[in-house]
């Protein structure tokens, strides 16, 4: 990860109390991740870091926004991001991730990345359903929705029913009798 060396914090030596980082987050970010769901993405990541003797509490917060296609219309919309995430920062014999509100670093750490729980939290806030606010107000005027409100005034036209031989309607009578 050295080209997210921006995203290191170097804790030795670093007083005891709250600081306090932001970092504007780009497609450029999620390139180093090979993440290209974003057709753009603008977001302000503020991180207000508490180092206590023993342990680091880690605040993300997250807004801005991210432009995905919508999974109806396929129009490209701009998707609020508003997250939070929680983390806490403790010593051990060696690394440990496992706990995804834990993080156990090794004694002999002396920074750590947080590039990874940023890409993570983003992501995690994203929709698994991207629709247009447009769709969902009735706003959005696009041949996509056109067509789709179109087959489906078709398929509530009520089709004529076909009359069936009788002779089959006795046969399938049969069956159902045999059945009780």
């Known amino acids: 990860m050295k080209d997210l060396k921006g995203f290191n914090i170097q804790f030795v030596g670093l007083r005891e109390g709250n600081h306090c980082y932001t970092y504007d987050i780009d497609n450029m970010f ?5 993440y290209d769901e974003f057709e753009s993405s603008s977001i ?3 991180l207000d870091f508490n180092k206590k003797s023993t342990l680091f509490e880690l605040d993300f917060e997250a807004k801005g926004y991210v432009e995905v296609p919508c ?6 919309f701009n998707q609020e991001i508003d997250s939070n995430l929680r983390l806490i920062v403790n010593f051990g014999s060696e690394f440990n991730d496992d706990n995804e509100e834990i993080l156990i670093l090794p004694h002999e750490a002396y920074e750590f ?3 990874q729980y940023i890409y993570e939290m983003i992501v995690l806030s994203v929709p698994l ?3 247009h606010p447009g769709v ?3 706003t959005l005027d696009s041949n996509t929705l056109s067509k789709l409100k179109e087959l489906d005034s078709n398929s509530r036209v009520e089709k004529p029913v076909e009359e069936t031989d009788p002779r089959w309607d006795k046969l399938k009578n049969l069956i159902t009798e045999k059945k009780t």
């Open 136 to 138: 969902l107000d009735g």
């Open 44 to 46: 302000k990541v503020s």
């Open 71 to 76: 999974d109806t219309t396929g129009e490209l």
């Open 113 to 115: 990345n947080v590039a």
């Open 129 to 131: 359903k991207r629709v």
């Open 30 to 34: 999620f390139a180093f991740f090979n």
